[in-house]
């Protein structure tokens, strides 16, 4: 099973939103993660750390990342990092760029590349399209095709992301995502839930994965406040990923901090 210690926050999946403290327009946010997967596939254990800066209308986030890959007969290292923009162009139009580079090792992908544009179509509602370019270990490329809705509400928001996945050697499929985020009624905390279909195409961690879209997972994430600009981001979460004659499981366990410092 796959053990993870992890805060979402630093996942760098386009649909995922990472924990913003009210008010503040500098956070750190660290993270650690330790996926301890099934059936003899190994472990994967990774540190990062999130510097986001906030200035009116432009979010700047960084995010260096150390990682591990273990298996039988396999040890492998990487270090990588990123970037990304939001830039909000007016009321109605926001963009979100980034870039993720790392060495070429079973652990992230080598290098990530995204793109999306939002627009605000009503008073609670908005849509988004992205494409993204990823290179994952041993030279494999995939591009993704994306379209999405998000509906907000007093308490939060609802969102569905639908993928087009199209991996080198393999046909083309279909990945699907669904979001619930919710707002504590009194007080700065969250509380969010991600299912998906075809998961493996959403993150850069290099996961044992062959993107045949049979994959499925299920997240759930509490961001609580815990006095002042200190936050604690613990994660649970269950995958199954699709292989010849069985299925690879995974029981996922995370934590993450995040400090305002300003």
Not at 42 to 60: A, F, P, Q, W
Not at 156 to 173: H, I, K, M, P, Q
């Amino acid at each position: 099973m796959i053990k993870r210690f992890a805060g979402i926050a630093a996942a760098a999946c386009l649909f995922h939103s990472a924990p913003l403290l009210a008010q503040v327009s500098q956070t750190v946010t660290a993270t650690a993660e330790s996926d301890e997967y099934s059936d003899g596939y190994g472990s994967l254990r990774s540190i990062k750390l999130e510097y986001k800066r906030v200035d009116e209308g432009t979010t700047v986030v960084f995010t260096p990342a150390v990682g591990e890959r273990r298996a039988a007969g396999l040890s492998e290292t990487a270090v990588g990092g990123g970037a990304a923009i939001y830039h909000d162009w007016s009321p109605v139009i926001s963009t979100r760029v980034s870039a993720f580079f790392a060495e070429d090792a079973p652990v992230f992908a080598q290098r990530d590349l995204a793109l999306d544009l939002t627009a605000k179509v009503g008073g609670n509602t908005t849509l988004t399209v992205g494409g993204r370019y990823a290179r994952y270990f041993g030279g494999k490329d995939v591009t993704f095709v994306s379209a999405g809705v998000r509906q907000y509400f007093r308490f939060g928001s609802v969102a569905y992301r639908l993928t087009r996945v199209d991996a080198e050697g393999r046909d083309a499929y279909l990945a699907h995502l669904f979001n619930i985020s919710v707002k504590d009624a009194r007080g700065e905390g969250r509380t969010q839930l991600w299912l998906s279909a075809g998961e493996a195409s959403l993150s850069r961690v290099q996961m044992p994965v062959d993107f045949s879209g049979k994959d499925y997972a299920a997240t759930l994430q509490r961001v609580q406040p815990v006095g002042g600009k200190l936050n604690i981001i613990p994660t649970l979460g269950y995958s199954s990923y699709a292989r010849p004659g069985d299925r690879v499981e995974a029981v996922n366990l995370g934590l993450g901090l995040a400090v305002g410092l300003e």
